[in-house]
């Protein structure tokens, strides 16, 4: 979440005007993410967040996003809402931007999550793969998979190495042995794909939400663990943290078990995961729009974490038993 888009008062209010939500009571824009342009929207019906789609956001994708949550809270996902407007719509137009308004889930996301939150991460994951299983309304290919990294490389790789060291030698590496050698033949279906710790809401100890639904695809089920290995148990000082990993996993697998070629493939699946996040936050540190109201994440986080995936030896590195 971030704010790259200005919305006058006026806008506001005549955007509003189509809903049956009442009077606005308060409007702020949202700090967190990179993507779309967020604002808490109180009015006299409740919290709602308001989302603006920016350009990177096909529109296109859109009724993909809003079919998958209303699909997953029919079947008892706890995620946001849309709202539709007095015309039984919910996608809108607002300062030039697709537009949406959805429900507020209350709770807090964890900066440094536990083993509990670990375990409490897996079973969600599980369960929101499972859920998905049968939403076949509408699909959308994984624009961020191994055929958009390279794409990513050649737009920051000449100042890629302004950022770390030989940066640039080490991303085409990892495409070398990537792009040849990645798993075609796991199991498939609607994953999130962006289940970082600040798109997870708990109240104390107990999972109370999923949020941020707007990378979700249709890939490999086992891409999104190895996605949340890497976002939930690295600690600070750049360690994996296997007890973290373990749980996740034995939890992931107490609701969906993961078949022997998707957790033989988890090594280079965190690997990809890692390379992905390194490139995207690579060129949104080294491409901030000038003056927007966001935070871009640090790439060399990722970059601590590849070279972790680059020197394990095996699925024991990662918690597995096997």
Partial sequence: MAVYTDVSPEELEAFLSTYELGRLRAFKGIAEGVENSNFLLQTEAGSFILTLYEKRVNPADLPFFIGLMQHLAARGIDCPQPVKNRDGVALGTLAGRPALIATFL?????????????????????????????????????????????????????????????????????????????????????????????????????????????????????????????????????????????????????????????????PILCRGAALRFLLTRLVDWLNVPPGALVRPHDPKEYLRKLRFHRSAQSVRDYGVDA
Avoid: M
Wanted: charged share 15%.
């Fill in 106 to 266: 209350y709770g807090t996301s964890v900066r440094r999550p536990s083993v509990a939150n670990c375990a409490a991460l897996g079973t969600a994951l599980a369960g929101l793969h499972r859920a998905g299983a049968d939403f076949t309304a509408f699909s959308r290919v994984n624009a961020l998979s191994v055929p958009g990294w390279r794409p990513l490389y050649e737009q920051a790789e000449a100042r890629a190495d302004s950022v770390a060291p030989n940066l640039a030698a080490l991303i085409a590496d990892e495409l070398s042995v990537l792009e040849p050698n990645w798993p075609q033949d796991l199991p498939a279906g609607v994953i999130h794909a962006d289940l970082f710790p600040d798109n997870v809401f708990f109240t104390d100890d107990t999972l109370t939400g999923l949020i941020d639904f707007y990378f979700a695809c249709n890939d490999l089920l086992a891409y999104d663990v190895a996605i949340c290995l890497n976002a939930w148990c690295f600690e600070t000082d750049g360690a994996y943290n296997q007890t973290k990993g373990r749980a996740l996993i034995a939890a992931y697998q107490a609701v969906r078990p993961l078949s022997e070629a998707e957790i033989a493939s988890l």
